[in-house]
């Protein structure tokens, strides 16, 4: 079956540093997405993406965020200059169709972050 | 008042118990509705979408009441494997998906 796959499942990292986090969708899919999830609490939509376009962004996705596809296959989320607060799993999730569809979001593992 | 709001449990049922979650939300021009599985420290896994006929697959069953913007999910004869964090979800986007997760309801089933 399909899935989404994220490197690396840990992540440590100063505060100050750029980190990179790393997700290969599901290689049909068209729609990509980071939520983020700090320990203890909710599930947060960051942004998504289509057509190598942010098509939605939330308040936590400031200008130290920054997506990317960079090749047909990777989508990338950078965190230009780490924070505590930026500590938390990072999931990275794709599907096939849009919004309105009752359309599934396939979630990949995870990224845990720490910044120390 | 919070955008999706669900009782965090712990709900604590044995096997073979019939228990009810119930989710309310905020934003009344939301699209869609879900509930989500999260097993500890795993990603969010769909369980199923929430239609407005109401919904059922097997031994869970959805329900939206869009008037209340209320959801519920009925699990039917608990399974020990059914111990976990449910996740009611509401689409907001109106082009994309935009998913806002509540805070989850922990169940946990026991022999």
């Known amino acids: 079956e399909p899935e989404v796959t994220q490197t690396p499942s840990h992540q440590v990292t100063q505060m100050g540093q750029e980190v990179i986090l790393h997700c290969v969708p599901i290689s049909n899919h068209l729609y990509f997405y980071w939520y983020r999830q700090i320990l203890g609490q909710k599930v947060e939509f960051l942004v998504s993406?289509?057509?190598?376009?942010?098509?939605?962004k939330s308040e936590i996705f400031d200008d130290q965020f920054s997506v990317e596809r960079p090749d047909g296959s990777n989508f990338t989320l950078k965190i230009r200059s780490t924070k505590l607060e930026d500590s938390a799993m990072y999931f990275c999730?794709?599907?096939?169709?849009?919004?309105?569809?009752?359309?599934?979001?396939?979630f990949g593992p995870g990224t845990r972050l720490t910044v120390l | 008042r919070k955008e999706v709001e669900q009782d965090p449990g712990p709900f604590n049922v044995p096997e073979g118990a019939t228990v009810a979650f119930n989710c309310t939300y905020s934003?009344?021009?939301?699209?869609?509705f879900f509930w989500y599985r999260q097993d500890c420290r795993k990603e969010p896994k769909l369980l199923m979408s929430v239609y407005s006929s109401g919904n059922e697959d097997g031994r869970f069953t959805a329900q939206l009441n869009r008037a209340s913007q209320y959801i519920s999910l009925l699990i039917r004869d608990s399974k020990l494997s059914d111990s976990a964090t449910y996740l009611c979800?509401?689409?907001?986007?109106?082009?994309?998906?935009?998913?806002?997760f509540g805070t989850g309801t922990r169940l946990l089933v026991s022999p």
């Open positions: 934003n009344s021009a939301s699209q869609s």
């Open positions: 999730a794709s599907s096939l169709l849009a919004a309105w569809a009752f359309n599934e979001q396939f």
């Open positions: 993406f289509y057509n190598n376009e942010i098509s939605e």
């Open positions: 979800v509401v689409n907001i986007g109106t082009g994309f998906q935009k998913l806002v």
